[in-house]
């Protein structure tokens, strides 16, 4: 078995593990949990030391479960390439995190709770490296059950039921009409092995049928304007760890499901609907980012911050040149690193005070210097400053569009002005200005804990930033590779 095969199956032996604990035994609970999902992170950062970036080959190829292989025509084939690769390691520097995120804030149903993310890990990771088209359907669904837990059963406030039902059913809906898509693909090339489908080709009129059914399983999930309405609410309800993990893998899914599937499979369908994508991606950048302004809750902020710089991702993948996507998952790690750690100071404030709005909260610097660092930093990585991580990837990303359009990428780029607005209106309010007297008596700064979370996140953001051509020549190949199977050279 490889290495990946190990990746994927140690937290579901880590979940049977738990289920063994009793559950009053709290500390076992969160020890096992936290070393389970710390020898995984550590497995897969052995998946890009061994990783041959030389290649765009999928890498760490295995069945797994080949007991259901040989009894059936589903083939449960895992593997990695340059594209995927950072998507699997970011997912298990995330869950230890939500492990330690609920330490000490979770109360109730912490078996339960480790579980779910252990779960939901191995779900993660196996849609991420599944080659069949049909199992990645399946693993893409079944993210939705722990999450709905997630945000379900500890959730923050009375609201996190009807939170948790949206979720579900705008990205289970949306996800329907692929379903349908992979059937009709299955009937017509026999297989929906990725690569006998990469090989199929596909009539004009059947590749704009098949791309508008799966974009509108990954619009939602990404997402774009105007399914976007699910996100600010389920990142309000959630606990602190759910909008960790929400904001930094789940969103990718769907950006990931573009650039695996949408352009390689169906070429033609994507040049014709790059219009489409380009102006639902600049309303999601202008439009967000003006309602962020408006919004008085931290984490509402945050959300729609995010719906604006997922609008980024989108214009760099369908600017269909090798600058615009290698831009577009740089872009995606970095807020698989931004985002979650604005969660988290977020989530501290939160742990504090037990409010989310604006208002309450003024001269932090004063009263809790560490967290108004953290926060000036992360602030700064938001709207993307020379240095940081988020800088390298909108640089790209708007090299890549004016490269095709220079129009797209004019108005594209004023959203970073508005990103500055609120990113830095935020960071005054709650950092700097006068102290509310009736909150002074209870501030206390980070924890010894939440100081060590929030460190490795500092590390990756100005690594990405400062040097990420380790980055950049592992994502390059396979890049490369996803233009020449779709015969996309435009620009390129």
Same mark, same amino acid.
């Given at each position: 078995m490889s290495l990946l095969y190990w990746v994927i199956i140690l937290p579901l032996i880590g979940c049977g593990i738990l289920l063994f604990l009793p559950s009053w035994d709290r500390r076992s609970i969160l020890v096992t949990s936290l070393g389970i999902s710390s020898i995984t992170f550590i497995l897969s950062l052995f998946l890009w030391v061994l990783f041959d970036s030389s290649t765009a080959k999928f890498q760490f190829t295995t069945d797994l479960f080949p007991f259901i292989s040989k009894s059936s025509s589903l083939h449960f084939l895992i593997g990695l390439d340059g594209i995927s690769l950072f998507f699997v390691i970011l997912t298990c520097f995330l869950i230890p995190i939500c492990i330690l995120v609920g330490w000490s804030s979770i109360q109730v149903s912490i078996k339960e709770y480790c579980i779910a993310f252990l779960a939901l890990e191995s779900l993660v990771i196996a849609a991420f490296s599944v080659l069949d088209l049909l199992i990645f359907y399946i693993f893409f669904e079944s993210v939705l059950i722990p999450m709905f837990c997630i945000i379900g059963i500890w959730g923050s406030r009375e609201r996190k039921i009807r939170a948790a039902y949206q979720f579900f059913l705008y990205t289970l809906v949306g996800s329907l009409f692929m379903l349908l898509a992979i059937l009709l693909m299955y009937s017509e090339a026999g297989s929906t092995d990725l690569h006998i489908l990469y090989a199929t080709p596909w009539s004009e009129s059947r590749q704009m049928i098949l791309w508008l059914a799966f974009f509108a399983s990954f619009a939602v999930k990404v997402p774009m304007v105007p399914v976007h309405i699910w996100l600010p609410e389920a990142h309000v309800e959630a606990p602190t760890a759910g909008s960790v993990i929400l904001a930094g893998i789940l969103l990718k899914l769907g950006t990931y499901g573009f650039l695996r599937f949408s352009i390689p499979l169906f070429p033609e369908a994507s040049i014709y609907f790059t219009p489409l994508v380009q102006t639902l991606s600049l309303i999601a950048i202008v439009y967000s980012s003006l309602t962020t302004l408006r919004q008085v809750d931290l984490k509402k902020i945050i959300a729609y911050s995010s719906v604006a710089h997922m609008g980024f991702v989108t214009l760099g993948l369908f600017s269909l040149n090798a600058q615009g996507i290698e831009g577009a998952v740089m872009l995606m790690i970095a807020h698989g690193l931004v985002s979650p750690a604005l969660f988290? /100071?977020?989530?501290?404030?939160?742990?504090?005070?037990?409010?989310?709005?604006?208002?309450?909260?003024?001269?932090?610097?004063?009263?809790?210097? /560490?967290?108004?660092?953290?926060?000036?930093?992360?602030?700064?990585?938001?709207? #993307?400053?020379?240095?940081?991580? #988020?800088?390298?990837?909108?640089?790209?990303? /708007?090299?890549?569009?004016?490269?095709?359009?220079?129009?797209?990428?004019?108005?594209?780029?004023?959203?970073?002005? /508005?990103?500055?607005?609120?990113?830095?209106?935020?960071?005054?309010?709650?950092?700097?200005?006068?102290?509310?007297?009736?909150?002074?008596? #209870?501030?206390?700064?980070?924890?010894?804990?939440?100081?060590?979370?929030?460190?490795?996140?500092?590390?990756?953001v100005l690594w990405m930033g400062v040097a990420p051509e380790p980055f950049l020549e592992v994502i390059r190949c396979s890049v490369t590779n996803v233009l020449t199977q779709s015969s996309v050279f435009i620009n390129s």
């Open positions: 988290l /100071l977020v989530g501290c404030l939160y742990d504090r005070h037990k409010t989310r709005l604006v208002r309450y909260y003024g001269g932090c610097a004063q009263t809790m210097p /560490l967290f108004a660092l953290f926060l000036v930093f992360f602030t700064m990585a938001n709207i #993307s400053l020379p240095g940081t991580a #988020s800088f390298v990837g909108e640089f790209l990303v /708007l090299t890549g569009v004016f490269q095709s359009n220079t129009l797209i990428a004019t108005i594209a780029a004023s959203g970073m002005v /508005l990103g500055g607005a609120y990113a830095l209106w935020l960071c005054n309010r709650v950092a700097y200005g006068f102290p509310k007297p009736y909150y002074i008596s #209870s501030f206390s700064d980070l924890n010894r804990r939440e100081f060590f979370i929030l460190l490795p996140f500092c590390v990756g």
